[in-house]
């Protein structure tokens, strides 16, 4: 099970401690909680993993309750255990909090966020650094705003098509290693690791770097994955799909992707053709499918 620390977590969203723990803990799953029930002790199926909100509504509650009323609601919240308690707003921290989370080595922290800013900024970033990850040999290219995957054997001509993109003013995100994981249950991410960013290998050449020969522009960080194309050496005695009628889907981290098979021999124009694939891929996604239609004018003659 992959977790993050809690100190990476409270530097990257820019968390002040308010009281620090001695033993480093971990968070392990992408939810938050925003304490509610459990203002008033009930505690059945609390989810005491995830990160512990204090908002302006929790807040003022336990303004309005004695001390020692809030002694007991922070005793029994810091016995679970909970990963962190994040105070919203900058609100501030009580005594009776600061002592049972000192007692129960549970930190503190404090942001200027509104609440539902934080949740938001902490799930995406918990998202990020939580999700399943696969490394895919490959070039991931943003084409007319679709996200190619294109694999294929070593030597193809996959690093060259993404060159001859980049040229048409289509932009790169990475080439050789492309780490792909999973946001939610919606979709794949693909981005390139640090040490390769922004460079393209052509053999023959060596090593480019696209944002320094073709801009700021021409690349990306990471785009979600919507369309792999895998090029295949052309093969006389195979047949291919000419039609496209027969829709193909690749796996990814039990992820379903679109996925076209395209013949590889002199003389073809790959980058066109990557081209073309992403335009008919938008145009499925819209409701016209031009293999369909011919299929129906046909039918109907």
């Known amino acids: 099970m ?3 620390l809690i100190k990476e977590f409270a530097t990257n969203l820019n968390l002040k ?14 939810e938050v909680n925003r304490i509610g029930l459990q203002l008033v002790e009930y505690y059945k199926h609390f989810a005491s993993k995830r990160i512990q909100i204090i908002g302006n509504s929790e807040w003022s509650y336990l303004k309005e309750l004695e001390s020692y009323e809030r002694k007991s609601i922070a005793e029994k919240l810091m016995q679970y255990s909970i990963p962190c308690l994040v105070f919203t707003r900058n609100l501030e921290v009580w005594d009776e909090f600061k002592e049972a989370a000192k007692k129960h080595d549970v930190p503190i ?5 509104y609440t539902t800013k934080f949740i938001s900024k902490s799930l995406d970033y918990l998202d990020r650094v939580l999700a399943k990850t696969v490394t895919i040999h490959g070039v991931l290219v943003d084409v007319y705003g679709i996200g190619i995957l294109v694999t294929g ?5 996959k690093s060259e098509t993404a060159l001859e993109l980049i040229k048409r003013g289509h932009r790169f995100i990475g080439d050789d290693a492309i780490t ?3 946001r939610g249950e919606e ?3 693909g981005e390139a690791p640090s040490i390769i960013k922004n460079l393209l290998e052509i053999r023959g050449i060596g090593i480019l770097d696209v944002s320094k020969l ?10 979600t994955i919507d369309l792999v194309i895998e090029f295949d050496e052309w093969d006389k005695t195979r047949n291919y799909d000419r039609l496209g009628l027969e829709a193909k889907s690749t796996e990814i981290l039990n992820f379903e992707v679109a996925k076209l098979e395209i013949p590889v021999k002199p003389g073809r124009n790959l980058a066109m ?3 073309a694939a992403a335009i008919n891929h938008r145009q499925k996604r819209m409701g016209f499918n031009a293999a369909a239609e011919l299929e129906n004018r046909m039918l109907n003659m």
């Open 2 to 4: 992959k977790s993050v």
């Open 17 to 30: 401690t308010v009281v620090e723990c001695e033993h480093e803990r971990e968070i392990t799953t992408s």
């Open 109 to 113: 922290y404090q942001t200027n966020y």
């Open 153 to 157: 054997k070593s030597g193809i001509g």
């Open 180 to 182: 792909i994981r999973k």
């Open 187 to 189: 979709s794949l991410v």
């Open 214 to 223: 073709y801009g700021i522009g021409s690349i990306r960080e990471e785009k």
């Open 273 to 275: 053709i990557v081209e």
